[in-house]
């Protein structure tokens, strides 16, 4: 009898997880969509205006595309939005993601505000925009600005880079004409027309303004600065 009992317990489990997923979502304004917002999406979504779900996977298209929760697949939108956990491709002209980022986000505006600065924990990937933001990223920024509150480790390439603690490279395009700003520490290079660290753990800087406030070879030296 416990036996049959736990074996139908399980079935109603199953079958409540199904209920919750389906496998194509179409909305034109949430709450006017088909199926409810509290389902998961499991293949294809179109949002004629805003559409809401949970979590997702699969191909995402619409104007703005809401995901709760997690987002696994490809997105092209207007303003693509995820709340948590994002892993593939969003192209847009806003790429948000509140969790941590793992993939690319191309628009005019991409960012993610996941905040981990732990080695296997950081957002990963690429972000290509005319801003591209995050709190702790791994990886490449390649825009008109770029902005990291936290740490950065790879490469950030735009007229303006702006990092906390940087491990890596801050450059402009074709390795000139940047104003490259770390806040916190740097190992690595720091290469355009102006280049600040608070502290050089390990690099160098090349351009015509070089700034290191704590431990460089001198506060102040054009064309080339560096410490280690």
């Given at each position: 009898?416990k036996?049959?009992t ?26 006017i969509?088909?199926?409810?917002r509290?389902y998961?999406?499991?293949?294809f ?25 997690d ?11 995820v ?14 993601a ?25 957002s ?12 702790s990223?791994?990886g490449l920024?390649?825009?008109?600005v ?9 490469w ?15 450059s ?14 740097v ?11 608070n ?30």
């Amino acid at each position: 009898m416990k036996k049959a009992t736990a074996a139908l317990a399980a079935a109603l489990a199953a079958a409540a997880a199904f209920a919750d997923s389906t496998p194509v979502m179409v909305s034109l304004l949430t709450p006017i969509q088909v199926p409810y917002r509290s389902y998961d999406v499991a293949g294809f979504r179109l949002s004629l205006v805003y559409g809401d779900c949970v979590n997702f996977t699969g191909f995402d298209l619409g104007l703005v595309p809401h995901t709760a929760e997690d987002f696994t697949g490809l997105a092209i939108g207007g303003v693509n939005v995820v709340g948590d956990e994002f892993s593939g491709l969003a192209i847009g002209s806003v790429n948000y993601a509140g969790g941590r980022h793992v993939g690319c986000q191309v628009g005019l505006v991409n960012w993610n505000t996941f905040a981990s600065a732990e080695p296997g924990h950081r957002s990963i990937g690429a972000q290509f925009g005319v801003l591209n933001a995050a709190e702790s990223f791994c990886g490449l920024q390649d825009g008109i600005v770029n902005f990291t509150t936290d740490t950065f480790v790879g490469w950030q390439t735009s007229p303006l880079n702006l990092a906390d603690n940087m491990t890596g490279v801050q450059s402009g395009f074709w390795l000139i004409g940047a104003v490259n700003i770390a806040g916190g520490s740097v190992e690595g290079a720091q290469i355009g027309l102006v280049n600040f660290a608070n502290r050089m753990e390990s690099g160098i800087q090349i351009g015509i303004v070089n700034v290191i406030a704590h431990g460089g070879w001198l506060p102040f030296l054009p064309l080339v600065n560096g410490g280690f």
